[in-house]
């Protein structure tokens, strides 16, 4: 079946640096969705992009719709120890009444003070 | 009231019992979603209710048995499950199964032992 492609697959990283990750997929997607998720708890959404070529910011996270519509990228800038978690990014499977939202493979985050 | 709500969070049953999840959102929304997660694996789509109809059943087994009571509550029942069953069950919702862009809303989930 259709499957998203995250990288990379984990990141240990010092707080304050930048991070970068990205989604990539076989097929076109119209929606690309970016979510974080906390040991225990649910995916909460950080950011939704509709159009080929968007740049949408929420704070210190800023994502990008790829312009072949195949892949989407999210930055996170100063990091902080707050910001570990699990990142993924997500998508509707297009045509039909009903969407059903995929998720990326996730990109482990762990950010040490 | 922006809440999807699940309970119980934590369930430990045997092999013969029988038990409930619940999930509940006062959002409005007119979609809810089960999805199995395992540990360090993305979420997968179990169930879709659309305005209270089971619109999509991703070949889950029969031991599985969702149930949409009204537009508010979606629960999963659960009967006979295996060991391999263990995993975060998580519950959403959004505005419109058509319209999945503007985001699910997930609740905590329910992390289920089979023992």
């Known amino acids: 079946g259709q499957q998203l492609n995250q990288s990379p697959q984990s990141m240990f990283i010092q707080e304050g640096e930048d991070v970068s990750m990205n989604c990539t997929s076989s097929s076109i997607f119209n929606t690309w969705l970016w979510y974080k998720q906390d040991p225990g708890e649910g995916p909460v959404l950080l950011i939704a992009l509709y159009k080929a070529g968007e740049l949408t910011s929420n704070g210190r996270l800023t994502a990008q719709f790829g312009i072949t519509r195949k892949d989407s990228f999210l930055n996170i800038s100063a990091s902080i120890p707050s910001d570990v978690g699990i990142y993924f990014c997500?998508?509707?499977?297009?045509?039909?009444?009903?969407?059903?939202?995929?998720f990326g493979t996730g990109t482990l985050l762990a950010v040490q003070p | 009231d922006t809440e999807v709500t699940q309970t119980p969070k934590h369930l430990v049953m045997g092999m013969t019992n029988k038990k409930s999840l619940k999930c509940e959102q006062h959002?409005?929304?007119?979609?809810m979603y089960w999805y199995k997660q395992k540990a360090k694996k993305p979420p997968e789509l179990m169930f879709v209710?659309?305005?209270?109809?089971?619109?999509i059943n991703e070949s889950v087994p029969s031991r599985f048995s969702p149930e949409c009571p009204n537009s508010s509550l979606l629960n999963l029942h659960l009967h006979a499950l295996q060991p391999e069953d263990s995993a975060l069950y998580l519950c959403?919702?959004?505005?419109?199964?058509?319209?999945?862009?503007?985001?699910?809303?997930f609740g905590s989930g329910t992390r289920l032992t089979v023992v």
């Open positions: 959403a919702s959004s505005q419109d199964s058509g319209r999945p862009s503007n985001g699910y809303t």
């Open positions: 997500a998508g509707p499977i297009p045509g039909g009444a009903t969407n059903k939202l995929i």
């Open positions: 959002m409005g929304h007119r979609a």
């Open positions: 209710y659309s305005y209270e109809k089971l619109s």
